[in-house]
């Protein structure tokens, strides 16, 4: 069974930035290098939106109302993929989740970043 543990979350202010990690738990058998992987997220009120996409051959494609100001990235050596969130704004307020493309795994945690002065 595929996991996913995610952190890095906080309290930031309009502008500031955070790095949210995903530790996966792939399995044996299983490779973390063979999935592309996404970041997600749920705002207050809101339905789970995706934000960001990373391929297997490092690929990026971002939701538009993140361009410019968010990095996914990954390290397959430590199973983990990366959101570097600069100028971030209220609107960025959400629970984030990570999981692989294409697949139906289980939701973690997740990880709260607020955004607030």
């Known amino acids: 069974q595929v996991q996913f543990v995610e952190s890095g979350g906080g309290f930031v202010q309009p502008g500031g930035s955070l790095r949210l990690s995903c530790v996966a738990s792939v399995g044996s058998g299983r490779f973390f290098s063979t999935y592309a992987m996404e970041w997600y997220r749920q705002g207050p009120g809101k339905q789970r939106e995706l934000v960001a996409r990373?391929?297997?051959?490092?690929?990026?494609t971002y939701a538009d109302s993140v361009r410019g100001r968010f990095t996914i990235s990954r390290n397959n050596a430590q199973n983990t993929l990366y959101l570097q969130m600069n100028s971030l704004k209220p609107e960025d307020t959400a629970v984030y989740y990570c999981?692989?493309?294409?697949?139906?795994?289980?939701w973690g945690q997740g990880t709260q970043v607020t955004v607030s002065s």
């Open positions: 990373i391929s297997t051959t490092y690929s990026r």
């Open positions: 999981k692989r493309a294409r697949y139906s795994d289980a």
